[in-house]
């Protein structure tokens, strides 16, 4: 009667997703990312799948789809099929996307299985030293006196950048002058020479800087403190309890992917995560390794899905 009952089950299909997750991985894994190659999103991807390809048996490998703010790449793996042989580099971009784009071929919360998130990439606010504000007080009071006056550069609508001027704009009550650029290489190089105040960016990208006195740093976006720059105090020390705004990374598969293949690479990535060295190579991108549960991921997008949508509607930034 079992022999029975169990050909039944596996003729309607009832077992197949264990025995599938029981074969996985039987051939090479593709991890989609939405960026072109050396950027700190390929980077992380890059540091995940050289340790994640020995523990699965199988190569894995780095395949760049970028353009549209990684929404190619994301449209992608939301077509695949949902076997774990192709997943994504997701970020949160991918939140912003939905308010910000009108027709969005994918929706994140229904066509994506989170696995685990990644990192966290903690902003910096940078002013030119021009500016007379060595604090985020004395840059509030100074936006309040010259309503309109500071300009601060932004890699476009969404962008961290900007989504992070908006916040403080809002919090802080102050007028600035956005100033979108197609790069962030030309972005700096205008905060550089003055042609505009301040941006939001992230560490790799103005720690030198910083150092070398061209540009002077006021505060990190993150509820706690940059560990790179321990003395940095966040913006909710300075007075900003709400502003707690970081952009992640995070791996996900199509939606319907079998749970057990989910599992298993959501306890991979820990595993490489918690490598001291893969550590100290996110650390040296201005990143830290922030693992989590595959619902842990899901809730954290689907709460970013609508701050971010609240903040664009806020500002005013009509969807595309």
């Not at 003729?11 to 090479?28: D, E, F, M, N, R």
């Not at 972005?187 to 910083?210: C, E, H, K, W, Y």
């Amino acid at each position: 009667m079992r022999l029975v009952t169990a050909f039944l089950a596996c003729a309607l299909g009832i077992v197949a997703a264990p025995i599938h997750a029981q074969q996985y991985p039987a051939k090479s894994v593709r991890i989609l990312v939405g960026y072109p190659p050396s950027g700190s999103v390929d980077v992380t991807a890059r540091i995940i799948a050289d340790r994640l390809s020995p523990m699965l048996g199988q190569p894995v490998l780095i395949e760049n789809r970028p353009g549209a703010t990684g929404n190619i790449a994301a449209d992608v793996l939301a077509k695949s099929p949902p076997d774990g042989y192709t997943i994504y580099m997701g970020t949160t971009i991918n939140a912003v996307s939905v308010s910000l784009f009108k027709n969005l071929p994918y929706d994140p919360i229904k066509d994506f299985a989170p696995i685990s998130k990644a990192v966290v990439a903690p902003s910096i606010l940078v002013v030119h030293p021009s500016v007379p504000a060595k604090t985020v007080k004395e840059l509030v009071a100074y936006a309040k006196e010259h309503p309109g006056k500071l300009s601060y550069a932004t890699t476009g609508a969404g962008s961290s950048p900007h989504l992070c001027a908006e916040l403080l704009s809002t919090l802080a009550g102050i007028k600035m002058v956005h100033v979108p650029y197609k790069g962030g290489a030309q972005a700096m190089q205008d905060l550089l020479s003055g042609r505009v105040d301040l941006t939001f960016s992230n560490p790799t990208s103005v720690v030198q800087f910083i150092e070398t006195g061209r540009i002077r740093a006021l505060a990190v976006t993150t509820a706690k403190r940059f560990s790179q720059m321990p003395e940095l105090p966040t913006m909710i020390d300075e007075g900003y309890p709400d502003f707690d705004l970081s952009a992640w990374y995070g791996l996900f598969a199509p939606a319907g992917t079998p749970p057990q293949i989910v599992t298993l690479l959501n306890a991979d990535v820990a595993k490489v995560l918690a490598m001291p060295e893969v550590k100290e190579l996110l650390a040296k991108q201005g990143l830290e390794a922030a693992p989590s549960t595959p619902e842990g991921l899901g809730r954290e997008l689907k709460s970013d899905v609508a701050k971010f949508g609240k903040l664009l509607r806020d500002a005013g930034v009509q969807p595309m």
